[in-house]
């Protein structure tokens, strides 16, 4: 018996060790060149890393070379079992303020091993709240938005992109 725990005790403490000193930065700096390869660009940010994460600040984000938005901090947490990135205080480019509201307050990804082929996604802002899923196998993007008045009347044709089904707005994207 006094083996067994020994032997749980020996892997729970090297799990912890792991996650603790794992080089979260070097992971980080993987993501950005995967995120190049779809041409989208972070840059001017400041990195500080935590035991279980990595706290990111003023990160501007630039696709195909256009500045797209800024984001006032980004945390991501990681555990063995799940993992969680949390955007707070986005703030969209004024070229795209006619197209997409400016202020998001947050976004949340959620990734957990119990459900590996889901990220969940949690967002409200100017839009109103969103939440949805990613399928990572289908590759696709589905959820369900409860616009505010200000969607509803100066963002109505980015609005076109959903479904009204029984009062409520449906969005479905395969990728």
Do not use: H, M, Q, V
């Given at each position: 018996m006094k083996f067994?725990?020994?032997s749980i005790l020996i892997v729970i403490v090297f799990l912890i060790s792991l996650l603790i000193f794992l080089p979260k930065e070097n992971l980080y700096n993987l993501a950005e060149k995967e995120l190049q390869r779809q041409n989208i660009i972070i840059s001017n940010e400041l990195?500080?890393?935590?035991?279980?994460?990595?706290?990111?600040n003023g990160a501007e984000v630039y696709?195909?070379?256009?500045?797209?938005?800024f984001v006032k901090e980004i945390n991501l947490t990681s555990f063995?079992?799940?993992t969680s990135i949390n955007l707070d205080s986005i703030r969209i480019s004024k070229d795209f303020e006619n197209m997409l509201p400016s202020k998001i307050k947050n976004i949340k990804l959620i990734h957990s091993l119990s459900t590996f082929n889901k990220v969940l996604i949690r967002a409200n802002g100017e839009f109103g709240e969103?939440?949805?899923e990613v399928l990572l196998f289908e590759r696709k993007i589905i959820g369900e938005l409860k616009p505010s008045n200000i969607m509803k009347?100066?963002?109505?044709n980015l609005l076109r992109q959903f479904r009204l089904e029984e009062g409520k707005y449906r969005y479905e994207f395969k990728f």
């Open positions: 067994i725990f020994k990195r500080k890393e935590k035991s279980f994460g990595l706290d990111i696709y195909d070379g256009i500045y797209t938005a063995l079992f799940y969103f939440k949805g009347t100066k963002y109505r």
